[in-house]
């Protein structure tokens, strides 16, 4: 079992940037495969990202590739979400979640297993 909380959510202006952290409980974060994901109000939750459980290879969706990076700390089992160039369409609850190894189908939330609860992102024009 793994446990996700994450954090460092909030309002930001246009342009500016946030950090969103994954911290993990449980188990490794080094065996699992993280993607990250977003949900704004009145649409469906959508792919952002995902990391490779050896951390060698990263996937971004078209919209925030170049402004988002993800990177893990390995010895702070704790995964994070730079987000820079924030737009207000970006306005959305982030969520990170994990699945044990396998890169299959990384872009679809149906893959995951653990999930975090959640954290808000509003970013004003």
């Known amino acids: 079992q793994v446990q996700l909380v994450e954090s460092g959510g909030g309002l930001v202006q246009a342009g500016h940037s946030l950090r969103l952290s994954c911290a993990a409980s449980?188990?490794?974060?080094?065996?699992?495969?993280m993607g990250w994901f977003r949900q704004a109000p009145g649409k469906e939750r959508e792919f952002v990202g995902a990391?490779?459980?050896?951390?060698?290879?990263?996937y971004y969706a078209d919209s925030v590739k170049g402004r988002f990076t993800i990177s893990r700390d390995n010895a702070k089992n704790t995964e994070y979400l730079q987000m820079n160039s924030l737009k207000p369409e970006d306005t959305a609850v982030y969520y990170c979640?994990?699945?044990?190894?396998?890169?299959?189908?990384?872009?679809?939330?149906?893959?995951?297993?653990?999930w975090g609860q959640g954290t808000q992102v509003t970013v004003s024009s």
């Open positions: 979640a994990a699945r044990f190894r396998s890169l299959n189908n990384y872009a679809s939330g149906a893959a995951y297993n653990y």
């Open positions: 449980g188990r490794s974060l080094s065996l699992y495969v």
């Open positions: 990391l490779s459980w050896r951390g060698d290879s990263q």
